[in-house]
């Protein structure tokens, strides 16, 4: 009989991996706890035109193809990004005075990346050396990279990744590869979403063969014969191996090892809005200014990165209520001088379950690897990648691979 495998999230890491067993011959089951799958894919509508809540864009070749394969409509565009000041003016990403000092350091930077290749081109966290688990700020000081952090730090903040002074230099190295830093600094085209990337989600599940939805797991509980059983409302079912994709609480997970590595993930609090304006923008603009301040406005974007349109979306860290997180984001856009009509749509997220850079020292990602598997339980997608869809799509099919080939059914 084939493998029966529960996957714990229908985000992308979960529907991804879903679709990868199931090429590789296994039975798959995906829970999710809301009455939609997809996650941080999250695409809003608006009369013709639509706004992403939560996944934007992409950046890889790979990940083309991957949507291609499944038959979701995506193209490149030039996303026009500025830096702006708190009323709208136009400010440079780095001083003119920089830019000398900046080539000298991109030309230093793989020479200084060198001795941290296996870390670096590993899919998911191996061996992270105890120099990238300091703060990337720090890390860039120690190496003389300055205007790196000014570079790097708005993607880091602005798409709720961190701090460039909290962040570990592992994750933002991890990110930030030489393609993506290079795609920052020129107009380069990236992946645009043409449906949105909800039909991501939409073509996802229309592969896969059994995609529960608004069943949250409640429990992961230890069964006869090295089974799992998979607690939730409707009732509890046994199966084979469960791969987690998300952070659980404690108590959820029946087995202490598990549980104890799932306590060190962290999250923060990220928002995101989306207004009708009252006229047509094509923008995507950082306010710097703003990266330290909970509630106020980092990131402001227009719906079509080619085309003026009516859709704007606003990006905020920080647990305010909404009320007051509106009042706060509505006066950081007049200020800036943009007009908004009113809003339609808003979500508040957690951002990406991250752990801390002592806890990496400590080895927290050895222990979550040599445990992959110990009582039929993985953890997977954006618990043990960074996730972006260009890695994660990478990660998941190698995981798919690596642990649940179809000769191990
Ligand atoms: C505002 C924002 C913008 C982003 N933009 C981009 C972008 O442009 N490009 C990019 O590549 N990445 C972007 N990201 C990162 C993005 O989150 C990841 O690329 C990807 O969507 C993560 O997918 P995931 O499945 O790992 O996690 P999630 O999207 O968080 O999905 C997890 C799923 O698990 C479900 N779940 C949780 N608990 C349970 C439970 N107990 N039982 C059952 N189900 C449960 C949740 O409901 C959710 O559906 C963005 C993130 C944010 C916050």
Known sequence: MKKRIAVVGGGYSGLVL???????????????QEERAGGHCYTVFHKKEFCELGVVLGTSEALMKFLRQLGVKAEYKYFHRNFLGPDGEKLAQINPHEIAGFQEQLKRLPKILA???????AQGWENVPDALTQSFESWCIENKLQTLIRVYAPHLVAFGFGKSSEIPAIYALKYLDLLTLSSMIEARKLIAFTNGATEIITK????LEDLRLNTPVTGIAPAEYHRVTIETPVGN????????????????IKFPDHASLMESYQRKHYNVLAYVARENYRITSY???????????????S??????????TAYAAGDLPIKELKALIDADMKQAGYKAERLFAYKQWQTFPHVTGTEIKNGFYDQVNTRQG???????????CFPTLDKL????????????????L
């Open 204 to 207: 996802l599940a229309q592969k």
């Open 393 to 408: 799509t990478q990660y998941l099919n190698d995981f798919a691979n690596r642990y649940f080939s179809p000769d191990q």
């Open 374 to 384: 110990q009582d039929g339980i993985y953890f997977s997608g954006s618990l043990t």
């Open 237 to 252: 079912e046994e199966f084979d191996a469960a791969v987690i994709t998300v952070p659980l609480n404690r108590q959820v």
């Open 287 to 301: 306010f710097s200014h703003n990266f330290d301040k909970d509630g106020q406005l980092m990131l402001l974007f």
């Open 303 to 312: 719906s079509k990165p080619d085309k003026p349109g009516p859709l704007l």
């Open 18 to 32: 879903a679709y990868f067993l199931e090429k590789a011959g296994y039975t798959v089951t995906v829970f999710e």
């Open 115 to 121: 001795p941290y290749q296996a870390a670096l081109n």
